[in-house]
């Protein structure tokens, strides 16, 4: 391609449209049936299935730990994941602003690529679309995913269980503060990456070889605390936890403490929260241990009766309190 | 154990918090001023396990929920003006002005509003953008206000001419001062701003033992040192004593940041000032000096304060003052919640009624 900027005729159809296709999408994401080229993607799949969509926005594009492209591929296959399917296949719509570097977005659908080989999906089938400049923000990106179910009773929000143990695969909060550090051109003294990753592996095993899993769920926005409240919600359940127990690295915990921000409440986008019957909380951990992506598993807490609808922190000090939903943005402080 | 995890470790606030439950003896009232003190007392889950007599109310010290409703709408009336960028700290962009509107929704509506982290950050968009005017909402206690200063020397010094403050700093001592004078107010001691006292040390809050005879310990924001500044005046009461102690001496001298202090009183002079739910304070405010008239956004963009009237039904005003706990305001967690706040106490992350709604387990 000889531009190096995103035209307004890349998203016409014509032939710049085709020659975006072929030499960027195909290239990376390479497989048998994308490369057909036909109007839809044919998938040879049996149901029960799962399905998730998802539209990354994000700002900066590009953040340590990944970008905006990796994302799109690890956010929507962990939603998949996270209901006990085993993600297959993936679509992805681009909506790019005109004038935007093809440089940039090569290195984006690169990350793409790989990051759906290393998830072990394929995208099969996409769409560009390209707007005039200002009309968008650099470079959106949507994608979808289905996969197929791996248990007949699948983890869901509504099925805590007073006496359920509430495991955390590792330390909160390095995505939010890497992007909001990012963003804001703000400099630690160790630099925060993103734990950006794809968790079906470690859904599936969990799943599979541990079993009897009630709740899996990625704590993306609004952080750990959001996530536990929408599930003692759904659960009708009280759930406690254990302050001293959640893992927050050390430079997350500085950067936090200078902006006036809570690690519970900042994105993950590279880990879980299984909650499951007591006996088994050993054997999880013990399994989640033994892979890189959940060697900072934790148990965080205990799905209480009491409650009903609420998170219960107990802090270092003993003392207990409310653990709230969020509301809006988190907001650094004045003084 | 690093120094700073010394301050929550729990074994020693447990020796702390037994002490205060063994040498209370009666009814304790004590108002911590500074907003931060009122999160940390309820983030750290401490209010849970105080002693029954201990009655915990929270002062005037969240530098947003002061702001008066008149200058909130000063301040609204400016964002949206062309050729204008209003600068602020993010927690103001929330606070409802006198129409019910915020920063927020006048950015929905294209005013151009830009969340800051420091003054600076504000001077470097008006280097950016020689086009526009860029005000900075100067909006915080005697902690913020001399970073403001040095922001303006530095704008001075480079002749930056499209960079403005909108001065609405507050002074925490005179503010003291009108509260402990209500008669109404029955108080038995108090926690005093960590932040502010690094700049202005202990001397200023002589007056509160000297002309209230209250005790009050001035404090850092961990756990262990809320917990000493309690036990500390749990025995000045019990010994009939009266003092202004400084139990923050990492982090405070007695005679404050003479430096800070000289920095903000190059470009400052005290004035009156409004604050929300007290009214009108005698030299409790911060105006430009005439050599920073070029500055001052009320002079140059000619914005003058019209009267706002209080919210109806807010009673954000008793909260700051003591005389009522966020959730008897008949408003609170109905009509006013951090989605939809009526008051700026319930928008501040340091705010009162924030706290009690986000962490207040048993209500
Ligand atoms: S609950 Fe809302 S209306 Fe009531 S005092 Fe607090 S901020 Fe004002």
């Known amino acids: ?335 | 154990m690093s120094i700073f995890d010394k301050f929550s470790d729990p074994e020693l606030c447990k020796a702390v918090l037994d002490a205060i439950h063994r040498e209370l003896d009666g009814e304790l009232r004590f108002m911590e001023v500074c907003g931060t003190h009122t999160v940390a007392i309820f983030r750290s889950g401490l209010r849970s396990m105080l002693p029954p007599g201990v009655v915990h109310l929270s002062g005037p010290g969240c530098p947003v929920c002061v702001t008066h409703e008149s200058e909130v709408g000063m301040y609204m009336d400016l964002a949206g003006r062309d050729g204008v960028i209003v600068a602020t700290f993010g927690d103001l962009v929330r606070v409802p002005g006198p129409g019910g509107t915020c920063l927020k929704d006048a950015m929905a509506q294209g005013a151009r509003v830009a969340v800051v982290y420091s003054p600076f950050d504000a001077l470097t968009l008006a280097r950016e953008n020689p086009q526009a005017t860029v005000v900075f909402l100067g909006i915080g206690f005697e902690t913020t206000a001399p970073t403001v200063a040095a922001t303006l020397q530095a704008a001075r010094a480079a002749g930056v001419g499209n960079f403005q403050v909108l001065s609405f700093h507050k002074l925490v001592p005179p503010a003291l001062r009108a509260l402990l004078g209500d008669p109404e107010l029955n108080l038995h001691a108090l926690v005093m701003p960590g932040h502010v006292s690094t700049i202005i040390g202990l001397e200023p809050y002589r007056f509160i033992a000297e002309d209230f005879h209250l005790p009050a310990a001035i404090t850092g924001f961990d756990p262990l040192d809320i917990l000493q500044s309690l036990l500390d005046i749990v025995r000045q009461r019990k010994e009939g004593r009266a003092e202004v102690v400084n139990l923050y001496r990492r982090a405070v001298q007695d005679l404050g940041n003479p430096k800070a202090v000289a920095v903000m009183e190059s470009v400052f002079t005290p004035a009156d000032a409004l604050w929300r739910g007290i009214g009108m304070i005698p030299g409790s405010g911060l105006a430009l000096r005439p050599e920073y008239e070029a500055f001052d956004a009320q002079k140059t963009l000619g914005l003058t304060m019209a009267e706002a009237k209080p919210i109806p039904g807010c009673r954000c005003g008793d909260v700051l003052r003591g005389k009522l706990t966020p959730d008897r305001c008949p408003l609170f967690a109905k009509a006013c919640t951090p989605a939809k706040p009526v008051g700026p106490c319930m928008v501040s992350t340091e705010g009162s009624c924030a706290a009690y709604y986000k962490y207040q387990l048993e209500m």
Do not use: W
């Open chain 1, 1 to 335: 391609m000889d531009a190096t900027h995103i035209l307004l005729d890349y998203g016409s159809g014509g032939k710049a449209s085709q020659r975006l296709i072929s030499e960027l999408f195909l290239r990376h994401f390479d497989n048998p049936v994308l490369a057909r080229m036909d109007d839809a993607a044919f998938l040879d799949i049996q149901g029960p299935l799962a399905m998730s969509t998802d539209s990354f926005v994000v700002d900066p594009v590009f953040f340590p730990g990944g970008n905006i492209g990796s994302l799109a591929v690890h956010g929507t296959v962990n939603d998949v994941a996270m209901l006990g399917a085993r993600p297959l296949y993936l679509s992805c719509a681009f909506i790019l602003e005109e004038g935007f570097e093809l440089e940039k977005l090569e290195r984006i659908v690169q990350a793409m690529g790989q990051a759906a080989r290393d998830a072990g999906v394929s995208i099969v089938t996409g769409d560009t679309k390209v707007v005039p400049r200002g009309m968008a923000d650099k470079i959106f990106i949507n994608t979808t995913g289905v996969g197929t179910m791996l248990v007949a009773e699948h983890p869901s929000g509504h099925r805590a269980a007073p006496g359920d143990a509430v495991l955390v695969s590792g330390t909160m909060g390095d995505h939010g503060l890497a992007i909001l550090a990012q963003r804001e051109g703000l400099a630690f003294e160790t630099p925060v990456l993103s734990d950006s990753t794809a968790l079906n592996g470690l859904t599936e095993r969990l799943l599979l070889e541990v079993g009897d899993i009630h709740v899996l769920r990625d704590p993306t926005r609004g952080g750990l605390a959001t996530t536990l409240n929408e599930i003692a919600g759904q659960s009708g359940v009280g759930i406690e936890l254990d302050e001293g127990a959640i893992p927050v690295t050390p430079a997350v915990r500085s950067g936090c403490a200078f902006l006036g921000l809570d690690p519970l409440y900042l994105a993950n986008e590279g880990k879980l929260i299984c909650i499951l019957p007591e006996a088994k909380a050993e054997a999880a951990l013990a399994l989640l241990h033994a892979d890189p992506k959940g060697a900072g598993a934790r148990r965080v807490g205990t799905v209480a009766a009491a409650n009903p609808g609420k998170v219960v922190l107990r802090t270092a000090l003993g003392g207990k309190r409310l653990l709230n939903m969020l509301e809006g943005e988190q907001l650094p402080r004045i003084c």
